[in-house]
């Protein structure tokens, strides 16, 4: 990464509140992409590859949780999914996210908080480099469970340092146990960076909705 994209990186994972957070990445918004694409970000394209595997294009709405500047939009499209919603708490990520054509449905939203849509709305959510230190907690999981369809599924990834530490691992038994949903897929940690920042690893989780 350059010298400023790595000073952006830092205040995004330094932020010690939402609104420092969201102040973070509404400085960003404009190079975001380009400054990830040039260190390799890869996890908004990886995923796509759990979603096609498990959610048929023709599922029903599926649910980019934490779009950012919805860089994956584009490429669902390209793979048959023509109904797409995003959400994020930047407006200035999601505005970048909206000239993008791809998404039919955006709102401005916060992870952790009550979601602004119906009970089994989604038939699957995804989400790619939210779960990751200083960003969404992972009671965020139950409520976009509530808002997907039983028979739908989850794909989301979760950095490793703050798997245990974070309460993921807590939470994701929690709603195993409670019948909420089930698991079918759990990767090995891999690099959400293919040519910088070699420490940041996230774990890949596909679960089945069941209630």
């Given at each position: ?85 995003g959400l994020d708490f930047s407006e200035e990520m999601l ?117």
């Open positions: 990464m350059t010298e400023r994209s790595n000073e952006e990186l830092e205040q995004v994972y330094a932020a010690k509140s939402p609104e420092e957070l969201s102040s973070a990445y509404a400085a960003w918004a404009a190079g975001y992409d380009r400054d990830t694409l040039a260190a390799g970000y890869c996890l908004p394209f990886q995923v796509l590859a759990w979603v096609s595997r498990y959610v048929k294009p023709d599922a029903g709405a599926l649910l980019d949780a934490g779009c950012g500047t919805g860089l994956s939009g584009p490429y669902l499209q390209a793979l048959g999914y023509d109904r797409i919603a505005r970048v996210a909206d000239s993008r054509g791809a998404y039919d449905d955006l709102k401005r939203a916060t992870l952790g908080e009550r979601l602004p849509w119906d009970d089994n709305h989604f038939a699957a959510f995804f989400s790619t480099g939210v779960f990751t230190e200083g960003h969404a907690p992972a009671s965020g999981l139950t409520e976009l469970c509530r808002i997907t369809r039983p028979g739908g599924h989850a794909v989301f990834t979760v950095r490793d340092t703050i798997f245990h530490t974070g309460g993921f691992s807590a939470i994701i038994a929690d709603l195993a146990g409670r019948g909420v949903w089930r698991q079918l897929e759990q990767s090995p940690p891999f690099r959400a960076f293919a040519l910088d920042e070699p420490d940041v690893l996230v774990t890949a989780h596909v679960f089945e909705v069941l209630a």
